[in-house]
C-alpha cells in the first residue's frame, strides 16, 4: 500500500470501528495516533514513507496545543506545567515548523502531502457543534469521517492539478 494518514484520535477512529476511520476510506495505512502531535508526525513520517514506498501521504494536523518533549506527547491537560514558558505564538509556530519540515521530508522521497486543518473542515462542513459523535461522545462518528476522507479526495486533485500545470 503506497498511501499512508498520519494525524491524532481524529485520525485513528477513536470511538470508531476501525474500518470507518477516513484513513481506511481513502486506501491508506492509517499512522493515527490519539494525542499525536505535528513533532511525532516530523519524527517518524520518514522511516514510515520510506518502508512503504509511499506515493501519498494523508496528514489531519493535530491541534496547535499540543508538541513532543523527550518523546513525549505533550497536552495542555496532562502536563500543565510545561506550557508556564510556551506561548500561543510558539505553540502555534512550532506546529508550522513541523509542517514545513513534514513537507520537506515527502518532498525529498516523491511523495504527495495532502494536509488538512481541522480548522479547514468549519466552513465547509457546518455546524460543527452537531457533526455526528463517535460512541464515545468526544470524537466524530462515521457519517464525518467519509466526509473528511470526501474533503481530502478533492484537496488531492487540486494538488495533482497544480502539479500537472
Known amino acids: 500500500m503506497n498511501k499512508l494518514a498520519f494525524g491524532c484520535s481524529h485520525t485513528f477512529g477513536v470511538g470508531n470501528n476501525p474500518e470507518d476511520a477516513w484513513p481506511v476510506l481513502l486506501g491508506a495505512i492509517n499512522y493515527g495516533v490519539p494525542g499525536s502531535s505535528t513533532d511525532l508526525i516530523a519524527r517518524t513520517c520518514e522511516e514510515k514513507i520510506q518502508e512503504h514506498r509511499a506515493k501519498i501521504v494523508y496528514a489531519f494536523w493535530p491541534d496547535w496545543t499540543r508538541?513532543?518533549?523527550?518523546?513525549?506527547?505533550?497536552?495542555?491537560?496532562?502536563?500543565?506545567?510545561?506550557y508556564r514558558d510556551r506561548s500561543d505564538e510558539w505553540l502555534k509556530q512550532n506546529r508550522e515548523n513541523?509542517?514545513?519540515?513534514?513537507?520537506?521530508?515527502c518532498a525529498r522521497n516523491n511523495c504527495l502531502l495532502v494536509g488538512l486543518y481541522?480548522?479547514?473542515?468549519?466552513?465547509?462542513?457546518?455546524?460543527?457543534?452537531?457533526?455526528?459523535?463517535?460512541?464515545?461522545?468526544?470524537?466524530?462518528?462515521?457519517?464525518?469521517?467519509?466526509?473528511?476522507?470526501?474533503?481530502?479526495?478533492?484537496?488531492?486533485?487540486?494538488?495533482?492539478?497544480?502539479?500537472?500545470?
Not at 457546518?126 to 466526509?147: L, Q, T, V, Y
Request: aromatic share 14%; hydrophobic share 40%; charged share 25%.
Open 118 to 165: 481541522m480548522e479547514d473542515l468549519f466552513g465547509i462542513i457546518d455546524n460543527c457543534d452537531r457533526w455526528p459523535p463517535a460512541s464515545d461522545n468526544s470524537h466524530f462518528g462515521p457519517a464525518w469521517h467519509i466526509w473528511l476522507a470526501d474533503l481530502f479526495r478533492i484537496r488531492e486533485s487540486f494538488l495533482r492539478y497544480e502539479q500537472a500545470r
Open 98 to 105: 513541523k509542517i514545513v519540515e513534514i513537507e520537506t521530508i
Open 67 to 82: 508538541f513532543e518533549l523527550a518523546g513525549k506527547q505533550i497536552l495542555p491537560n496532562n502536563y500543565p506545567e510545561l
